[in-house]
């Protein structure tokens, strides 16, 4: 079993920036790859990014290739994902979530997903 909890999330001008925080509680955390999905109203939830229980290996969606990072501090427990150049395309609850799977892109693959977190951009 573990936690998660959301933070970082708000409002942000168009091509501004925000970093999302993951904190996590419970089993180690290292044993998990960690995943950001979103979902925009109306919408179904989207994979955004995801990284390896190492955080050697990350993977994206092509919608936020080159502006999103995602990284992880073992030690921390935490997962953190750095938003650039946000557009109004961007607004949507952001979802942290772990999987016991190495490194996957599909929602039904996680186990555990946090509360989540609004991030709204004005144009």
């Known amino acids: 079993q573990v936690q998660l909890v959301e933070s970082g999330g708000g409002l942000v001008q168009a091509g501004g920036s925000l970093r999302l925080s993951c904190a996590a509680s419970?089993?180690?955390?290292?044993?998990?790859?960690m995943g950001w999905f979103r979902q925009a109203p109306g919408k179904e939830r989207e994979f955004v990014a995801a990284i390896r229980r190492s955080g050697g290996n990350t993977v994206y969606a092509d919608s936020v290739k080159g502006r999103f990072t995602i990284s992880r501090d073992n030690a921390k427990n935490t997962v953190n994902l750095q938003m650039n150049s946000l557009n109004a395309a961007d607004t949507a609850v952001y979802y942290c979530a772990a999987t016991t799977t190495i490194l996957v892109t599909e929602k039904r693959s996680y186990d555990y997903w946090g509360q989540g977190t609004q991030v709204t951009v004005s144009s």
């Open positions: 419970g089993r180690t955390f290292s044993t998990f790859a």
